[in-house]
Nanobody, 113 residues
Framework: QLVESGGGLVQVGGSLGLSCQAS????????MGWYRQAPGKQREVVAS???????SYADAVKGRFTISRDNAKNTVFLQMNSLKTEDTGVYYC?????????WGQGTQVTVSS
């Protein structure tokens, strides 16, 4: 029901764009978010967006990441600029708050120095 894509290896200061295709029953009307799980750390929300496109960001990514969504295509995006080594992790999308403990496979983002 959640399929993330777009991760990869990038150098510090680079950019990546992530996409998440969700099933309609998960996506429709929901606040959607991007979660990041860094090595050895708990999964955390880095950005979220309401059905009406109101956005919220964690302080660590504010000004560098942009979340957006296409409600007609059940898709949420995350544009990541000025990447830092601490942005490394597996990125997942899901509802915010979490409504179901069901996750996609995630997409790995590795930022190298």
């Amino acid at each position: 029901q959640l399929v993330e894509s777009g991760g990869g290896l990038v150098q510090v200061g680079g950019s990546l764009g992530l996409s998440c295709q969700a099933s309609r029953n998960v996506f429709s009307g929901s606040r959607m978010g991007w979660y990041r799980q860094a090595p050895g750390k708990q999964r955390e929300v880095v950005a979220s967006i309401t059905w009406h496109h109101d956005t919220s960001y964690a302080d660590a990514v504010k000004g560098r990441f942009t979340i957006s969504r296409d409600n007609a295509k059940n898709t949420v995006f995350l544009q990541m600029n000025s990447l830092k080594t601490e942005d490394t992790g597996v990125y997942y999308c899901n509802t915010v708050p979490l409504l179901r403990p069901a996750w996609g496979q995630g997409t790995q983002v590795t930022v190298s120095s």
